[in-house]
């Protein structure tokens, strides 16, 4: 969460956020920092998980929930943070303010994925068993992402 939090902040820090905003428009700008939080995310939370499965042997049964929860929750968890550490970019407490601001956001998104998860891990668990959550994780992500566009033009402007 912590490397997320960066992406603006760095900006923000070396002041080179005025130079962004002069060579490239404000949604190129969102989708780029989405792109790499996304694939950072995806990354880390790849290696997490193939940590955990292997350190407390635990098996898991239906490999395409468990996939397809890892990339929901790593993309939208991305989508959520890239327009929250936008935010939190020129405030003084920046730490105590993005995970203010993150926990409420990410809250149902961490519940879903632990569902999914669960769902995974069950023996001869069909996808249809898992399919209300990962149906829920797609419309947040899809919604995170939509407002995150909509709202990133007036965050960028402060």
Not at 42 to 51: E, G, R, S, T
Not at 53 to 66: G, P, S
Not at 94 to 99: E, R, T
Not at 123 to 143: F, G, H, K
Request: no cysteine; aromatic share 10%.
């Amino acid at each position: 969460m912590v490397a997320l939090q960066r992406g603006f902040v760095s900006e923000a820090e070396r002041h080179t956020a005025l130079f962004l905003a002069l060579s490239a428009p404000p949604t190129a700008i969102f989708l780029g920092k989405l792109f790499y939080n996304s694939a950072m995310a995806l990354l880390v939370n790849a290696l997490v998980a193939l940590l955990y499965i292997t350190t407390l042997n635990l098996e898991i049964f239906n490999w395409a929930i468990f996939a397809s929860a890892l990339l929901l929750g790593s993309v939208g968890a991305a989508t959520s943070l890239t327009l929250i550490s936008a935010i939190v970019a020129n405030a003084t407490s920046k730490g105590g303010l993005f995970a203010v601001l993150s926990f409420p956001i990410l809250l149902p998104l961490i519940l879903l994925v632990v569902r999914a998860t669960k769902v995974a891990t069950m023996d001869d668990a069909p996808l249809a068993r898992a399919e209300t959550e990962l149906q829920l994780l797609i419309a947040y992500t899809l919604v995170m992402l939509t407002l995150s566009l909509m709202l990133f033009d007036f965050v960028w402007e402060e």
